[in-house]
């Protein structure tokens, strides 16, 4: 299941412009490689994250929660690829719902949410969620494990939540859902399917339509929806 290239198929590879892959799954892939074989791909083959219980009381410290309590709404901002994130101005709409609905919102992620982590704190003002970027990825994984539902763009932190058991809302815009989609029994993936997408393996900078309506037209309200869904598993 993983894929060989040669000739030019490898030069486009190498340069980022490599013919877009849907299936079979990464875990798939990366599964028959170290087995040898195509595995059975089911419910066994899901990835699993444990925490540390020290870990875990830090988090629950970082985000003013009770360890082991319904944690806040995590919402991870950022991805490596910008035709990967979700429009700031959407996030701050998802938080303003959240707000509306008595549901308590943190900002996760890295340094590539940081950015949109300004705009949406700039754009809600006076009530603006917290934010954490700080810390490497064992914090992070922590900081999921104490929230209640992940709302996160095509990005690591998106299986980590999945593999922690998380209710997990995962944006897709640019790549494909059917192979890097998070794994697990919680998972909603939202993606339009439009025509155009997906255009990439891994996202890119710029959408080549200069529209980025994968994103753009997935609304804040279609994706709260999917919370409230989240919220009742």
Do not use: I
């Not at 690591?156 to 058991?165: K, R, S, V």
């Not at 998972?187 to 994103?215: E, K, R, Y």
Request: net charge neutral.
């Amino acid at each position: 299941v993983y894929v060989k290239r040669s000739g030019m198929g490898l030069v486009r590879a190498m340069v980022g412009s490599d013919s877009v892959l849907r299936g079979p799954h990464q875990v798939e892939r990366f599964a028959e490689v170290a087995l040898g074989q195509a595995p059975e791909f089911g419910a066994g083959l899901r990835p699993r994250l444990v925490v540390d219980p020290d870990r875990r009381k830090q988090a629950a410290e970082d985000l003013g929660v009770v360890c082991g309590e319904a944690g806040p709404l995590g919402l991870v901002l950022g991805a490596r690829h910008a035709t990967k994130r979700w429009p700031a101005a959407h996030w701050a709409a998802l938080c303003r719902l959240a707000r509306e609905d008595g549901q308590p919102v943190v900002l996760l992620g890295g340094p590539d949410g940081a950015e949109t982590a300004e705009q949406v704190v700039a754009e809600l003002g006076d009530w603006a969620p917290a934010v954490l970027l700080q810390g490497d990825l064992g914090r992070l994984a922590a900081r999921l494990s104490q929230c209640r539902l992940v709302v996160c763009p095509d990005s690591g932190p998106g299986h980590m939540a999945a593999a922690l058991g998380l209710p997990t809302v995962s944006l897709f815009g640019s790549t494909a859902p059917e192979r890097w989609a998070p794994l697990g029994p919680r998972v909603q993936v939202l993606s339009l399917d439009l025509s155009c997408a997906p255009c990439s393996n891994h996202g890119s900078a710029t959408c080549p339509l200069d529209s980025f309506d994968c994103m753009r037209q997935l609304k804040p309200e279609l994706v709260w929806e999917a919370v409230r869904r989240g919220l009742q598993d």
